[in-house]
C-alpha cells in the first residue's frame, strides 16, 4: 500500500476516509492512506467518507464531508432544522448513548496525552442529562438581514447569524420570547438601529435569556452599544403582554464586542436578579454572573460534590473560583467555615447576599484575582478540603502549587475542559496528590464539551 505524506497533500484534494473515533472540538478523525490524520465534522466513528481537504492548521488538517459511503445507525434524524450551520451543538444527530461513550473516552485520551496519566481504574461513565430542554440559558444576536432585524444563533466560527426557529435544547419559553422580541425590533415605532460590528455603528446588540431549574423565574437582557435605549418603554410593555411568565428585564450597556455579559445594569422591570432555589437553598444570580448551565443537573452536581468531598462539621472549605456562591452556600451547614474566594466583584458581592439570604454565618466572601494571590496570606485559617471550579483556561503552574503548598486533605476539581483539566491535574499528582476518582457529567449534551469533577487525596507522608 501506497502511504499518504503530509507533504503530497493539497488543499481542495478530496480522499476516502474512515472516521475512527470523535475527538474534542467535535470531530471526527480519520487517516488518509492510514497515514496522515484529518479532523472532519459531521462525521461519527464507523463512517466512510469521502472529504474534501478545506484547511491546514498548526500541522493538522480539516476536511469537510463531500458525500457518505457509509453512515452508521447511530445517526439519527436532527431535530434541528438549523443544525450544522449555527455553532451551539455538534452531535445533535448522533444517538445519545454513543455520545457518552465518546465524551468518557475523549476524557481518557486527553489524560494520557497531556498529563501522562492512565485514568482508566478511577473513571467512572458519564452520568448523563435531559438530552432536550436543558439549558437554563442562551445568548441571542441582533443582525440586519435584507433590510429586516434578524435575532438568532451565532453561525459555526463567525459572528453571522442563523435564523432561529425554536433550539431544542432551552425549553419552549426561549422561542416565545425570541420570537417576541424579534417582532418588536421590526416593527417599532421608535427603533433602536442594530449594532454593527464593521463599522462600530447602532446600538442593539444581543438579547440573553435566562431562567432557573423551575421554569419560574425568566429573565430578559436586552445589551446595547450605546448607554441609551430607544423604546425601552415599548420594550417592556409588549414583553409583559406577550410573554407575562417574564420576571425581571434588564438593560445592559456594553462597548465590549468581545464578551456578551459585561457593563452597565439598568432594571427596567422586576428584581433585577434571578432567583433560584436548591434544596433548602436559595440563589440571587446578577444578570451578569456565572451560573451552571444546565438546569437539569444543578442538584445532581451539588450532590455529587457534597459526597466526594466527605465533609466533616469541624473542617474548614475552601472554594476557589465560588462565582455567587454556588457551591458554598449548599455546603456550608456541613461545615466549621467556608472560605470562598472569587475574583468577579459582582459575583463576591453576591456571595455575600447570599449568605444572608440564606442566613448563614460561616461563609467569609473574599475577591481576590486567584491567579495573582498569594493564598496562604489571602487565608485567615488552615483549609482541610478544597473545592475549584475555574473557567475553561484552568489554573497556571503557580497556582496549582499553591494550592498543593496549602496541603488540605482533599482537593475536588471540576473543570469544563478535559485538556487543561489534564495539565493541572498532572501538575498537583507532582506536587503530593493522588487520584481517588473521576466522574464526567453531561453538562453540555450534543456537544464534545464535558464537565468533569476529579477527586484528589494528599499522599500521607
Known amino acids: 500500500m501506497i502511504l499518504a505524506y503530509e507533504n503530497e497533500i493539497t488543499i481542495g484534494s478530496a480522499y476516502q476516509i474512515v472516521i475512527e473515533k470523535l475527538v474534542f472540538g467535535g470531530y471526527g478523525l480519520g487517516y488518509i492512506e492510514g497515514s496522515v490524520p484529518v479532523f472532519i465534522e459531521s462525521a461519527y466513528p464507523g463512517e466512510i467518507v469521502r472529504a474534501t481537504i478545506a484547511s491546514k492548521s498548526r500541522g493538522a488538517f480539516f476536511g469537510t464531508v463531500q458525500d457518505w459511503i457509509y453512515r452508521v445507525p447511530e445517526r439519527n434524524g436532527t431535530v434541528c432544522s438549523v443544525f450544522n450551520q449555527c455553532g451551539s451543538c455538534e452531535w445533535l444527530d448522533y444517538d445519545y ?56 444563533l451565532k453561525r459555526k466560527k463567525s459572528h453571522n447569524v442563523v435564523p432561529t426557529r425554536g433550539c431544542k435544547i432551552v425549553p419552549e419559553g426561549f422561542e416565545r420570547i425570541r420570537k417576541t ?4 425590533a421590526n416593527r417599532s415605532k421608535t427603533p433602536t438601529p442594530v ?13 440573553v ?85 444546565n438546569r437539569a443537573l444543578l442538584e445532581p452536581l451539588l450532590e455529587l460534590v457534597k459526597t466526594e468531598l466527605e465533609l466533616e462539621k469541624d473542617e474548614n472549605l475552601l472554594d476557589l473560583y465560588a462565582g455567587i456562591g454556588f457551591f458554598s452556600i449548599y455546603l456550608a451547614p456541613l461545615v466549621k467555615y467556608v472560605l470562598a474566594v472569587e475574583g468577579n466583584s459582582v459575583a463576591a458581592k453576591a456571595i455575600v447576599k447570599n449568605m444572608r439570604l440564606n442566613q448563614l454565618s460561616n461563609v467569609r466572601a473574599i475577591q481576590a484575582d486567584i491567579e495573582k494571590a498569594d493564598l496562604t496570606k489571602v487565608l485567615d485559617r488552615k483549609v482541610s478540603k478544597v473545592i475549584l471550579d475555574p473557567p475553561r483556561a484552568g489554573i497556571s503552574t503557580a497556582t496549582a502549587q499553591g494550592l498543593a503548598a496549602l496541603a488540605p486533605e482533599k482537593i475536588l476539581y471540576l473543570s469544563c475542559d478535559p485538556a487543561t483539566l489534564a495539565r493541572d491535574i498532572a501538575i498537583l499528582v507532582k506536587n503530593g496528590y493522588f487520584l481517588r476518582k473521576v466522574q464526567p457529567i453531561d453538562m453540555f449534551p450534543h456537544t464534545s464539551h464535558v464537565e468533569t469533577a476529579v477527586s484528589m487525596s494528599r499522599v500521607k507522608d
Not at 457518552?100 to 473513571?123: N, T
Not at 430542554?133 to 442562551?138: A, E
Not at 464593521?198 to 444581543?206: F, I, N, Q, V, W
Not at 420594550?235 to 464586542?257: A, G, M, Q, W
Open 209 to 293: 435569556v435566562r431562567t432557573n431549574a423551575d421554569l419560574t423565574r425568566w429573565m430578559v437582557i436586552v445589551v446595547t452599544d450605546s448607554p441609551s435605549f430607544k423604546g425601552a418603554a415599548d420594550f417592556v410593555k409588549t414583553l409583559r403582554e406577550e410573554c407575562p411568565f417574564v420576571t425581571s428585564i434588564i438593560h445592559l450597556k456594553n462597548s465590549s464586542d468581545k464578551v456578551v455579559l459585561r457593563g452597565a445594569q439598568s432594571t427596567l422591570y422586576g428584581e433585577g436578579v434571578l432567583a433560584e432555589t436548591l434544596g433548602w437553598f436559595q440563589y440571587h444570580v446578577p444578570s451578569t454572573a456565572f451560573f451552571q448551565s
Open 195 to 207: 449594532y454593527d460590528r464593521s463599522t462600530k455603528r447602532g446600538a442593539l446588540k444581543d438579547l
Open 97 to 152: 448513548q454513543s455520545q457518552l461513550k465518546a465524551k468518557k473516552e475523549l476524557l481518557r485520551e486527553q489524560f494520557l496525552r497531556i498529563g501522562k496519566l492512565d485514568i482508566m481504574p478511577v473513571l467512572f461513565d458519564v452520568i448523563p442529562s435531559k438530552p432536550y430542554g436543558y439549558r437554563n440559558k442562551m445568548e441571542y444576536a441582533f443582525r440586519n438581514v435584507s433590510g429586516a432585524v434578524v435575532l438568532g
Open 181 to 184: 422580541v424579534e417582532s418588536f
